[in-house]
């Protein structure tokens, strides 16, 4: 989701497949990276990977706002200070605003596997949506077919693993809830992209809940860190767990989203990283 004021700029209800907006003028324009983007719209907002570090993480987003314009405008235009590399358009067209070499501005504060400069291990791809602040509507379908395109070849020429293609609340679950529950990670999974299992079944019985203090809200949050979610051992089921366990659910059991962590969440955590590669396993949480 981004940050920013072009809300309340006029609503187009018409999904009509609009022209790009032109690129601004003066801005040095590239070669795409990626083969399917079909136009490049320079961004102003970019700079350098720190330590030259290689992008192996993409990130997932969606707009969050209600018209493809005002999300162009924003990427791109100075003094916005947020960009992503990729915008995906509802009909399946794919514009490249940040070269992949570049370190886009897209993640902001979070973290994954003990690292939270995630903009300078990432590739990000904004995927054009309303988001839950307008009406949050489905996927459709050859938005999906593109961003699985997409995602592929970038896995392809960055080496990046399953397990770290990640939605942005996933790595700022205080702050982000995008691209959200309605994101189709199953369909994502069966063409190669994402780590998925099939969600646990939702059963009766008690969840861990808000103020729980025991050893198992520990090894909860134990597994959540070793999957890669920053989250402290405390012991506590505070807040900050309530909102990891809610960005958990999102992404891997989207049909129930409550903060609980319930005998499906805590089944499903399990079963993933079981079916995680070794080698991949984040470092244990400080
Ligand atoms: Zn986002």
């Given at each position: 989701m981004l940050i920013g004021s072009f809300a309340s700029a006029g609503i187009d209800s018409k999904r009509r497949a609009a022209p790009l907006p032109r690129p601004i003028a003066n801005m040095k324009t590239f070669t795409p990276d990626s083969s399917i983007a079909s136009d490049v719209i320079p961004s102003a907002n970019f700079g350098e990977r720190n330590k030259g570090r290689l992008p192996d993480m993409i990130l997932l987003h969606y707009t969050g706002m209600p018209d493809v314009e005002g999300a162009i405008a924003q990427l791109c235009t100075v003094g916005t200070d947020v960009s992503a590399h990729y915008i995906v358009l509802e009909d399946g067209r794919i514009v490249q605003c940040v070269p992949e070499a570049k370190r886009a501005w897209h993640?902001?504060?979070?973290?994954?596997?003990?690292?939270?400069?995630?903009?300078?291990?990432s590739i990000g791809i904004e995927i054009v949506n309303r988001g839950h602040d307008w009406g949050y509507p489905d996927y459709p379908r050859r938005q999906i077919a593109?961003?699985?395109?997409?995602?592929?070849?970038?896995?392809?020429?960055?080496?990046?693993?399953?397990?770290?293609?990640?939605?942005?609340?996933?790595?700022?679950?205080?702050?982000?809830?995008?691209?959200?529950?309605?994101?189709?990670?199953?369909?994502?999974a069966n063409?190669?992209?994402?780590?998925?299992?099939?969600?646990?079944?939702?059963?009766?019985?008690?969840?861990?809940?808000?103020?729980?203090?025991s050893d198992s809200v520990r090894d909860l949050q134990q597994a959540l860190?070793?999957?890669?979610?920053?989250?402290?051992?405390?012991?506590?089921?505070?807040?900050?767990?309530?909102?990891?366990?809610?960005?958990?659910?999102?992404?891997?059991?989207?049909?129930?989203?409550?903060?609980?962590?319930?005998?499906?969440?805590?089944?499903?955590?399990?079963?993933?990283?079981?079916?995680?590669?070794?080698e991949f396993m984040a470092v244990a949480a400080r």
């Open positions: 993640a902001g504060v979070s973290s994954w596997a003990g690292e939270d400069d995630i903009n300078s291990c593109a961003v699985i395109a997409l995602c592929r070849g970038i896995m392809l020429r960055r080496n990046v693993p399953s397990h770290r293609v990640l939605a942005h609340s996933d790595v700022a679950p205080s702050r982000k809830k995008d691209p959200g529950e309605k994101f189709p990670w199953h369909s994502m063409s190669g992209v994402g780590h998925w299992v099939q969600p646990a079944p939702i059963v009766r019985g008690d969840g861990i809940k808000l103020g729980t203090i860190a070793r999957y890669g979610y920053g989250v402290p051992i405390t012991g506590k089921y505070d807040t900050t767990t309530m909102e990891v366990v809610t960005a958990f659910q999102r992404h891997f059991r989207p049909l129930r989203v409550d903060g609980i962590a319930d005998h499906s969440t805590l089944v499903t955590l399990q079963s993933l990283l079981a079916s995680l590669p070794a």
